[in-house]
């Protein structure tokens, strides 16, 4: 541990199957994802892989993908086109990194990468729209119709590895020359789950990492920390927790991210609050100390906070969303408040709203001036509140709504992502419904203004509504 503090801030943790790693590599503690009793820092059984596997050669694994549940159906219809295209011109094509995952997972992948035997020259003479891209580590972009698909070379990807200190060792007599170039590419993959290969053609997946049994336990290995914001978005995202350990690690090393590229960071913060995941990528931020680091101003709200339930917090944002978009009488505020309070009785929260007589603060933009609506106005008014609120809901949950908000800056990229859960969206609408469809049988008020921490934490309604 105090190695890695003091200096090897590019390693977290040694890969498994490699015969000949030094024992300072097979040191360095291991990030891993595992249940939810790991997410609360509860120690995960160790991965002894690395040390049963010293001196002997690399599993070579070949998976049939229709056991996996895979088809070539679940390949968008661009990225086939691209694979066949190459297929038919005399290369090797295969899928690789996390959309393999993501397909194992029973996930949609938010894209495909694709991998190919083609030299990027021969890639971009198969295909009339294409482009190479990048400097460093080129690839080529194929435009198909709107869509483009990424394209990586097995040839750059060697290149790549060649200053690679943990890949020079020599080939495994059990391996074959494209077992040989698949196994190495799948080495330099940032986590294990990553490190899977699909062919489509064969119906194979090649795993030489020991991706799939990572996967079945839900745990993955970390490489670099310049990978850590990488590592909690994913786990934010599966829903995986870290080790004990991997945390503790992750901690010491936190301070190393503000060695990256401010626009990775944004990137990064930019990936983990899509996907419906920005509440867990949060709270994992906040606990490894990165929260601090990236957004302090925020961290020092969420802190004073206390980052209670997060169900309540969105019905809060979409209720001050409809306010925001559209301000309403304070009137209508009060008595939506009201019924929200006391499970749907409109009746009673009507009465109550009309005994108000202490005026209002003018400073807010999100309640107009008093018009004096009469009950049916009044209720009217209320009921559109609700309907607005579910809106408000809807928005956040709604592909087309959250790409069209980022749109609006120039420097974020272009998303197809959510910003909270079907399932999040599901539980905080029951907090408002009650407005809408009448006061809920069996319903009893609350009685002063002491909250039940206990019914709250497993998420009452009558609770979070208080």
Same mark, same amino acid.
């Given at each position: ?14 890969? @498994? ?9 097979r ?17 995960d ?27 070539n ?64 580590f ?13 394209v ?8 790549k ?6 890949? #020079?060792?020599?080939? #495994? ?12 590419n799948?080495?330099?993959?940032d ?18 990492i ?22 909690v ?13 991997t ?48 957004? @302090?101003?925020?961290?020092a ?18 209720f ?41 603060d003018? #400073? ?6 008093s018009q ?18 579910? #809106?408000?809901l ?18 974020? @990229? ?6 909270i ?43 979070v509504?208080?």
């Amino acid at each position: 541990m105090a190695i890695a503090a003091a200096g090897l801030v590019l390693v977290l943790s040694s890969r @498994p199957h490699l015969p000949f790693l030094s024992p300072l590599l097979r040191s360095i503690p291991k990030v891993r994802f595992g249940s939810a009793a790991a997410a609360t820092g509860a120690a995960d059984e160790s991965d002894h892989r690395v040390k049963d596997n010293v001196g002997l050669a690399p599993k070579w694994k070949r998976l049939s993908s229709n056991d996996l549940g895979i088809s070539n159906s679940m390949i968008d219809r661009p990225t086939r086109v691209v694979l066949n295209g190459l297929k038919r011109n005399g290369f090797e094509a295969y899928l690789v990194g996390g959309c393999v995952r993501d397909l194992i997972l029973k996930r949609t992948p938010k894209d495909f990468d694709v991998i190919t035997s083609a030299e990027l020259k021969e890639v971009m003479s198969t295909f009339s729209r294409c482009e190479k891209i990048g400097k460093r580590f080129p690839i080529c972009h194929v435009h198909i119709d709107d869509d483009i698909v990424e394209v990586s070379s097995f040839s750059t990807s060697v290149a790549k590895s060649d200053g690679d200190s943990t890949l #020079s060792f020599g080939r #495994s007599i059990e391996c074959g020359e494209k077992d040989y170039i698949r196994w190495r590419n799948c080495l330099q993959r940032d986590f294990t789950i990553n490190g899977l290969m699909f062919d489509p053609f064969s119906n194979s997946v090649y795993d030489y990492i020991g991706g799939m049994e990572d996967i079945r336990k839900a745990k993955c290995l970390l490489y670099f920390a310049a990978r850590i914001l990488r590592a909690v978005r994913i786990a934010a995202r599966l829903g995986f927790g870290f080790a004990r350990e991997t945390a503790h690690t992750i901690k010491i090393l936190a301070s190393s991210i503000l060695r990256l590229d401010k626009g990775r960071l944004l990137m990064e913060m930019n990936y983990m609050l899509a996907y419906g995941s920005a509440e867990a990528s949060l709270r994992l931020l906040w606990r490894f100390g990165l929260l601090e680091i990236l957004l @302090p101003i925020q961290a020092a709200y969420l802190v004073r906070l206390g980052f209670k339930r997060h169900d309540k917090r969105v019905a809060i944002l979409a209720f001050h969303k409809a306010l925001s978009d559209e301000p309403r009488d304070p009137l209508v505020v009060a008595a939506f408040s009201l019924a929200v309070h006391n499970g749907g009785d409109i009746c009673e929260a009507l009465k109550i709203a009309r005994m108000i007589s202490k005026p209002h603060d003018i #400073s807010f933009h999100e309640l107009r001036e008093s018009q004096n609506l009469d009950s049916k106005a009044l209720k009217n008014e209320v009921m559109h509140l609700a309907e607005s609120v579910r #809106s408000a809901l809807c928005d956040m949950t709604d592909e087309y709504y959250v790409s069209q908000a980022m749109a609006r800056y120039p420097k974020a @990229p272009y998303s197809d992502l959510v910003f909270i859960p079907l399932v999040l969206y599901l539980r905080v609408c029951k907090i408002f419904e009650c407005v809408k469809v009448g006061k809920e049988d069996g319903f009893v008020s609350k009685q002063g203004s002491k909250v039940d921490q206990d019914m709250l934490t497993l998420g009452s309604l009558q609770e979070v509504r208080h």
